[in-house]
Nanobody
Framework: QLQLVESGGALVQPGGSLRLSCVASGFSVDNYVIGWFRQAPGKEREGVSCISRHVRLTNYADSVKGRFTISKDNARNTVYLQINTLKPEDTAIYYC?????????????????????WGQGTQVTVSS
């Protein structure tokens, strides 16, 4: 059974940092594109970052470039999202998602359509 479990969400002050984790089971992240998405209250879910099968191929939404960093640890079957300089507008439920890509060297996309498997989400709240 393929499963994704997010963790690391918390209540933090503006300017703080968090590292979110997405642990995969039932499949190897080495063979999948992994994306991070978020949904703020009253808003549609949006893609914030993804990592292709090749660890150097990463993609970020303009709103998070320079503050978010995605990484992958194949040995731990885990994908991380490091979030720095948190802003109140980063408040959202953060989800990781995966889809099996046959290609290693293609840059991932932030659109939801291709993602097949989703975690349950972890809440990030940025407030003073």
């Amino acid at each position: 059974q393929l499963q994704l479990v997010e963790s690391g969400g918390a209540l933090v002050q503006p300017g703080g940092s968090l590292r979110l984790s997405c642990v995969a089971s039932g499949f190897s992240v080495d063979n999948y594109v992994i994306g991070w998405f978020r949904q703020a209250p009253g808003k549609e879910r949006e893609g914030v970052s993804c990592i292709s099968r090749h660890v150097r191929l990463t993609n970020y939404a303009d709103s998070v470039k320079g503050r978010f960093t995605i990484s992958k640890d194949n040995a731990r079957n885990t994908v991380y999202l490091q979030i720095n300089t948190l802003k109140p507008e980063d408040t959202a439920i953060y989800y990781c998602a995966a889809w099996r890509s046959p290609q290693v060297f293609v840059l991932c996309k932030l659109s939801e359509g291709e993602y097949e498997y989703w975690g349950q989400g972890t809440q990030v709240t940025v407030s003073s």
